[in-house]
Nanobody
Framework: QVRLVESGGGLVQAGGSRRLSCVASGRTLATYSMAWFRQAPGKAREFVAATTWTGGTTYYTDSVRGRFTISRDNANNTVYLQMNRLKPEDTAVYYC???????????????WGQGTQVTVSS
């Protein structure tokens, strides 16, 4: 059974930074693509960022490109989301997810974490 545990959420002022972490157990992440999604109150869950298992290819949704960076540490089974220049509209519960390919992890992740809340105050 795969378990993904996110951490790093909290309250941050607009313009500030936050780094989220996701630690996996039950699966060696080294050969899997990883992604971050988010869900704001009253809205559907949306894709944020994804990376291949090497970290060599990354993909971002337009609203975060240039502000957020996804990275991974396969030796420690951890994926990160560095969030800079945060905006109030980034407020959401952030989830990490995994699947075998960059395409699949963006469309149909097979495992999800429980989420971590990020609140950006104006």
């Amino acid at each position: 059974q795969v378990r993904l545990v996110e951490s790093g959420g909290g309250l941050v002022q607009a313009g500030g930074s936050r780094r989220l972490s996701c630690v996996a157990s039950g699966r060696t992440l080294a050969t899997y693509s990883m992604a971050w999604f988010r869900q704001a109150p009253g809205k559907a869950r949306e894709f944020v960022a994804a990376t291949t298992w090497t970290g060599g290819t990354t993909y971002y949704t337009d609203s975060v490109r240039g502000r957020f960076t996804i990275s991974r540490d396969n030796a420690n089974n951890t994926v990160y989301l560095q969030m800079n220049r945060l905006k109030p509209e980034d407020t959401a519960v952030y989830y990490c997810a995994t699947n075998t390919s960059l395409v699949e992890v963006r469309r149909t992740p097979d495992y999800w974490g429980q989420g971590t809340q990020v609140t950006v105050s104006s």
